[in-house]
C-alpha cells in the first residue's frame, strides 16, 4: 500500500489517471479546474523529478508538478477538496523545492485563478512576489457581424510577406519592441520563435508605412490573437482600434470563428479597448514568484 510523498520524473498511467478524477471533482461551481502540468517534456533533457505526489492509505490526496524551463519552475497543484486546508500542498511542496534546488534550479512561479483567494493568502504568508496577471479574453464571431471599418483611421491591414528581407525584419522587431518596452534582442527571438503550422503574421498599414502588428493562429475553436502592437510613436490615436476590427473582419470573410487573446490584467488600455470591441474575460491567471534560498 502506497503512503507518504512519490517523486517522479514521469508519470504512470495509473498516477495520470488518478491525477485526473481529482481534477474532475472540480465542477463549474468552483468557476474551473486547477491548473496542472501533466505532459513534461523537458524531462527528456533534464532529467529532473518534476511530479510530487502524496499518498494515505493508498489514495492520492495531493500532487505538484513542476513545468522545467531553463533555471525556472512553473509549479501547478490539486488537493483533494476535503484534505484542503491541512497543510498538505505546503508539506508537498518543500519536498519538491528541495529536489528542484538540488537540480540547480533558481526561481520558482505559481500561476494561479485570480478567483483562488485561499491561494493567494497562502503565497503572500509565503512571502511570493505578485509578478502579474494575464487575461484570456473571447469575442464571439456574431458580434463581429456588425461591425463597420473606422473609415476615419482606415488603413490596410495584410498578411505580411517577405519576412526573410532585412529592412522588412527590422522594421517589425522596431515595431514590436516599441509597443511592449522589450529589448529588441526579446522581439528578434520572438519573431524567430513565434512562427509554426497556421500562425501567421498580420500587419496594419497607414500611407504605406507599416505600423501594426499581430499574430493570429487558428484552430477548431476558433482565431487565437497575439502580439497585438501598435508602433508606439503612433500610439493614442485610435489606430489599435482600426486595426482590430478590419483584421477580424477579414478573418470572418475566410470563416466565422469565435476570437481569443490574452492580455496583461496590468494593461488597463488594452483590456479597455477589447471590451470596448466586445470582448470578455473568460478568466485570469495571477503569477507569483521568488527566487530558491
Keep these: 500500500?502506497?503512503?507518504?510523498?512519490?517523486?517522479?520524473?514521469r508519470l504512470l498511467k495509473r498516477q495520470k489517471q488518478e491525477i485526473k478524477q481529482l481534477l474532475?471533482?472540480?465542477?463549474?461551481?468552483?468557476?474551473?479546474?486547477?491548473?496542472?502540468?501533466?505532459?513534461?517534456?523537458?524531462?527528456?533533457?533534464?532529467?529532473?523529478?518534476?511530479?510530487?505526489?502524496?499518498?494515505r492509505k493508498g489514495q492520492l490526496l495531493c500532487a505538484v508538478s513542476a513545468f522545467l524551463a531553463e533555471k525556472e519552475a512553473?509549479?501547478?497543484?490539486?488537493t483533494r477538496k476535503e484534505w484542503q486546508g491541512?497543510?498538505?500542498?505546503?508539506?508537498?511542496?518543500?519536498e519538491g523545492i528541495a529536489v528542484l534546488k538540488k537540480y540547480g534550479f533558481q526561481r520558482i512561479s505559481f500561476r494561479i485563478f485570480d478567483w483562488n483567494d485561499t491561494a493567494q493568502q497562502i503565497l503572500e504568508h509565503w512571502k511570493y512576489q505578485k509578478i502579474k496577471t494575464d487575461c484570456l479574453m473571447i469575442l464571439f464571431a456574431n458580434k463581429i457581424k456588425t461591425w463597420q471599418p473606422l473609415e476615419e483611421r482606415s488603413?490596410?491591414?495584410?498578411?505580411?510577406?517577405?519576412?526573410e528581407a532585412e529592412e522588412r525584419k527590422q522594421m517589425i522587431i522596431e515595431i514590436h519592441s516599441s509597443a511592449f518596452g522589450c529589448l529588441k534582442s526579446e522581439s528578434e527571438w520572438l519573431l524567430k520563435n513565434n512562427f509554426s503550422d497556421g500562425i501567421r503574421l498580420w500587419g496594419y498599414w497607414r500611407e504605406h508605412q507599416l505600423i501594426g502588428l499581430c499574430f493570429v493562429s487558428e484552430s477548431k475553436q476558433g482565431y487565437f490573437l497575439s502580439g497585438v502592437s501598435i508602433w508606439k510613436k503612433e500610439q493614442q490615436k485610435g489606430y489599435g482600434e482600426a486595426f482590430l476590427r478590419e483584421l477580424l473582419l477579414n478573418l470572418q470573410e475566410k470563416e466565422r470563428k469565435d476570437v481569443f487573446l490574452q492580455v496583461s490584467g496590468e494593461n488597463e488600455g488594452a483590456v479597455r479597448l477589447y471590451q470596448k470591441l466586445g470582448f470578455f474575460t473568460l478568466q485570469c491567471l495571477v503569477t507569483y514568484s521568488a527566487d530558491l534560498k
Design 155 to 163: 488603413g490596410r491591414t495584410a498578411v505580411l510577406e517577405g519576412l
Design 1 to 9: 500500500m502506497e503512503e507518504g510523498i512519490q517523486i517522479r520524473t
Design 24 to 55: 474532475e471533482k472540480y465542477e463549474k461551481k468552483d468557476q474551473g479546474k486547477p491548473d496542472f502540468f501533466m505532459e513534461q517534456e523537458w524531462n527528456e533533457v533534464l532529467d529532473c523529478p518534476c511530479f510530487f505526489l502524496l499518498y
Design 74 to 78: 512553473e509549479i501547478s497543484a490539486v
Design 86 to 94: 491541512k497543510g498538505l500542498f505546503a508539506q508537498v511542496l518543500k
